[in-house]
């Protein structure tokens, strides 16, 4: 089982979660697909249904941007109009836009991000917090047992059965979204994780009241 569920370093995988050997579940929209050992229905899923996604995801060297750009500003009429370009902070854009001869503004979103997610993993408490949360909701995405256990806990206590979501470091906000699906699901989650065998624990109630 733990061959089964080893991932590929694929980023495609930023976007799914392994639910069972033979199938996967897409993280931005929830549905399940079939799973073969490789990530070919999965690259076909992000491209007709998140093609955003993908290209986020798409490696972008500094070679093959710099020609890119300059044909980019030729086919908009916009040769010698362009002063800047705003992109990530990802170096290999830096580096391609310097070699533009443009300046590079830093994407302010992005940075804001970049600045939260260094102050949460500075800060001793939340870090704890964070990372008992991916254990807990990795648990879940992983185990149809868990799962089934977590729907069964929310329909026993009348509520709408809603799925755990996982942190993706290329999704802004997920960190956040994750923490409050938890606090949401706190109750049928803990009584889920005491029907199993496991030695999962939520994190306490007081710390994710910080």
């Known amino acids: 089982m733990e061959n089964a569920r080893k991932r590929p ?24 697909l079939s799973y073969s050992n490789n990530t070919s229905s999965m690259l076909r899923h992000l491209r007709s249904k998140h093609p955003n996604a993908l290209a986020n995801e798409t490696p972008t060297t500094e070679h093959h941007s710099a020609p890119t750009g300059e044909e980019l500003i030729s086919d908009w009429g916009l040769t010698g109009s362009v002063a800047a370009m705003v992109t990530d902070n990802a170096a290999n854009m830096v580096s391609a836009i310097q070699k533009l001869g443009l300046c590079h503004l830093p994407c302010f979103a992005h940075t804001i991000n970049l600045i939260v997610k260094r102050a949460v993993e500075e800060h001793e408490v939340m870090a704890g917090i964070c990372s008992r ?16 256990k977590l729907i069964l806990a929310q329909e026993r206590m009348g509520r709408q059965p809603l799925k755990l979501l996982q942190e993706v470091d290329t999704r802004w906000n997920s960190t956040h979204d994750m923490l409050q699906r938890l606090i949401d699901l706190r109750e049928p989650v803990g009584a889920a994780l005491a029907s199993l065998s496991n030695d999962i624990m939520l994190p ?5 009241s910080i």
């Open 133 to 148: 949360a991916r254990r807990v909701v990795s648990y879940f995405r992983s185990s149809t047992n868990a799962t089934e």
């Open 204 to 208: 306490s109630r007081h710390r994710t």
């Open 9 to 32: 370093r694929s980023q495609v995988w930023e976007h799914f979660s392994l639910d069972t050997p033979n199938k996967v579940s897409c993280l931005i929209c929830d549905q399940t």
